[in-house]
């Protein structure tokens, strides 16, 4: 079955990105692609992977349409049709630059100008924040996990300080987000996908106001804080 639930996912995310990118550049727009994601894929992917959902904290979250910095733990390659399909907003996503060459999905998001960081590179790096930085001012929702790279045990690790320079630039609110479960359903290290039970807990968002280089550290930590206690 698990065979039969990752052949599934694959051939409706090929099929998926296809249209999306069609509809972009019918369009001359990436909000129509960006939302298809949210719409149309991940509600298929989670129904494939056969997640049991409870959604806690979603009140937390304003109804007005303001941008937000959206940080999450990563525990799973799943997260991401997770996040698309628990949050009630379009989100573009900040990702390393190796996926910008991945068939399907890498030229999905170019497609839709979501932004490839480069971290062997302190320069480019700082260009990508930047960049990310401007999309948010421009009313764009973003997701980033501050780990860098999924959890193996579950336990959540270390945030890296670009997110938080991003956010320091861009001047809007962290939304914290924490998802339990999802190792489970579809571990970091194989191909074996698992039905069982998610949570995904929204908190409230957390202003950057007074963030820079003297209070960084501990926003960071004050940030990791409340997505482990989430």
């Not at 698990?2 to 990118?21: C, D, E, H, N, V």
């Not at 149309?40 to 009140?59: D, R, Y």
């Not at 799973?76 to 949050?87: A, E, G, K, N, R």
């Not at 861009?170 to 571990?187: E, F």
């Given at each position: ?5 990752l052949t599934g996912?694959i ?8 249209s ?6 019918l ?23 056969g ?15 303001r941008?937000?910095?959206?940080i999450?733990n ?10 698309c ?5 379009n ?10 060459k991945?068939?399907?999905?890498g ?8 932004i ?5 590179s302190r ?6 924040m ?8 421009a ?14 045990n579950g ?12 956010a320091e ?22 191909f074996?996908?698992k ?14 106001a ?11 930590e004050?940030v ?7």
């Amino acid at each position: 079955m698990s065979a039969i639930r990752l052949t599934g996912m694959i051939l409706w995310s090929i099929f998926s990105i296809t249209s999306s990118i069609i509809v972009r550049f019918l369009t001359f727009s990436t909000d129509r692609g960006v939302a298809m994601a949210r719409t149309v894929w991940s509600p298929v992917i989670v129904w494939l992977a056969g997640i049991k959902f409870t959604v806690k904290g979603l009140e937390n979250i304003p109804t007005d349409k303001r941008s937000y910095i959206v940080i999450s733990n990563h525990e799973s390659v799943i997260d991401i049709p997770i996040l698309c399909y628990t949050l009630p907003f379009n989100v573009y996503f900040v990702a390393k630059k190796e996926i910008n060459k991945v068939p399907f999905i890498g030229w999905y998001m170019h497609a839709m100008g979501m932004i490839f960081l480069d971290r062997g590179s302190r320069e480019k790096s700082l260009q990508s924040m930047i960049s990310a930085s401007s999309l948010i001012r421009a009313g764009k929702s973003v997701i980033t996990f501050p780990e860098g790279t999924r959890s193996l045990n579950g336990k959540i690790g270390a945030f890296k300080k670009g997110t938080f320079v991003m956010a320091e630039q861009a001047g809007v609110d962290i939304l914290p987000v924490k998802i339990t479960g999802a190792g489970k359903i579809w571990p970091s290290l194989g191909f074996t996908i698992k039905r069982g039970p998610v949570t995904v807990s929204f908190g409230k968002p957390i202003s950057t106001a007074g963030l820079n280089n003297e209070t960084r550290a501990a926003f960071i930590e004050q940030v990791k804080g409340v997505v482990e206690g989430l």
